[in-house]
């Protein structure tokens, strides 16, 4: 099976090579205020065509600029190998856009060469496989990929390795970052694990409502009869006696979202992943009744009180009612999408980023 990795960032880039000879991509490495990208963005130029964006206008327009300019310079004899530019946009001041934002942009030559070096280090990465593309952004060196957090990273700067091993043991969301003079950039897709405790007409709403959204779904119940005849294929399903057994597989990173058929599996799901401690949310959908009597029969079992504020119930939205499942559905999808969209802006700005380092 080729690795998703290749049917996207590396097919696409190995296209446009084998057609024109030579590419920039131009990535969105930063994005302060209002922009109309955020950071990750990125486009593939060639000399008569394009494909992506960094956020179209007057901007897109300066980045086409500049990177076929970057390539006329390659074909004309500067072709120096991993070769790097990077440029900032005060996108007001400097191209009159109406938002106030600042956006640098990252331009990387890369051609048949620097395509079979890369090819080669992807050459065994697994379908699944978790991979960070890493570079500074100064010329010279060759982008490097990192897939696991035991690899020799003695090379890289320190913020960077505390990063890339934060990012693969899932302590922080895999997520572009530029920090300490380097690029951080996850490949393929990358999604936050969710498991979803219950194959009800609510959980059935509640993967319908998620379906395309950035969680890869975890689906666990107590029979594979619990499920509905057809499940996306991108949805797991994990069958188990006891569901809360799946807990202590889940990585530090997972959300938890409990509504099985039962009370006592509930509570002995919550308990678990309380008393695990490592994970980023905790719902039940609960009554204001079944939610005091958790927290009551939770402390009683030795969960510190610390923790059982960590566990939301009621779920969703506070603001938005209703008890059909679409609604329910929909309000969880939403709330939680505001999670995880605060958790990856607190993760792209650590506190070593570096701000203000040029090529």
């Given amino acids: 099976m080729t690795p998703r990795h290749k049917e996207g ?16 991509r131009v990535s969105l490495i930063q994005a302060d205020g209002s922009t109309p990208c955020e950071t990750g963005a990125a486009m593939t130029v060639a000399a008569v065509t394009f494909t992506g964006t960094v956020g179209g206008g007057a901007l897109e327009q300066e980045a086409l600029k500049a990177a076929r300019t970057m390539l006329s310079e390659h074909a004309g004899g500067n072709a120096a190998r991993w070769r790097r530019a990077v440029r900032d946009y005060p ?7 109406c938002g106030g934002g600042y956006v640098r942009l990252l331009f990387e030559i890369v051609s048949a060469s620097e395509m079979t070096e890369i090819t080669y280090s992807l050459d065994d990465v697994s379908e699944d496989q978790k991979v960070l593309a890493l570079r500074p952004l100064k010329s010279g060196l060759p982008i490097q990929f990192c897939r696991h957090r035991k690899e020799d990273l003695e090379d890289w700067p320190l913020p960077v390795r505390r990063a890339v091993r934060e990012m693969l043991s899932g302590t922080l969301p895999c997520a572009p970052v530029l920090i300490a003079g380097w690029y951080i950039e996850p490949l393929g897709s990358v999604r936050t694990p969710l498991f979803l405790y219950g194959a009800g007409h609510v959980g059935r709403a509640v993967v319908k409502a998620l379906e395309g959204l950035a969680f890869e779904i975890y689906w666990v119940d107590t029979a594979a009869n619990r499920y509905p005849e057809e499940i996306s294929p991108g949805v797991r399903q994990l069958i188990a006696n006891n569901p809360s057994d799946i807990v202590r597989h889940a990585p530090p990173s997972a959300f938890h979202v409990v509504m099985t058929f039962s009370h ?4 002995d799901i919550c308990r678990a992943v309380l008393a695990k401690g490592d ?12 939610r005091a009597r958790f927290v009551r029969r939770l ?5 510190s009180e610390a923790a059982v504020r960590r566990l939301h119930a009621p779920i969703g939205l506070a603001g938005l009612g209703g008890k059909e499942p679409p609604i ?20 792209s700005v650590p506190e070593e980023a570096v701000m203000g380092e040029g090529s």
């Fill in 91 to 97: 996108l007001g001041p400097s191209l009159g856009q």
């Fill in 9 to 24: 960032w590396h097919m696409e880039l190995t296209e446009m090579i084998g057609i024109h000879g030579a590419i920039v």
């Fill in 299 to 303: 402390k009683e079992s030795g969960i």
């Fill in 264 to 267: 006592k599996l509930d509570f």
């Fill in 279 to 290: 994970f980023d949310y905790l719902g039940v959908i609960a009554s204001k009744t079944k």
């Fill in 328 to 347: 329910i559905a929909v309000s969880l999808a939403a709330d939680l999408l505001l999670r995880l969209q605060e958790k990856q802006f607190q993760a």
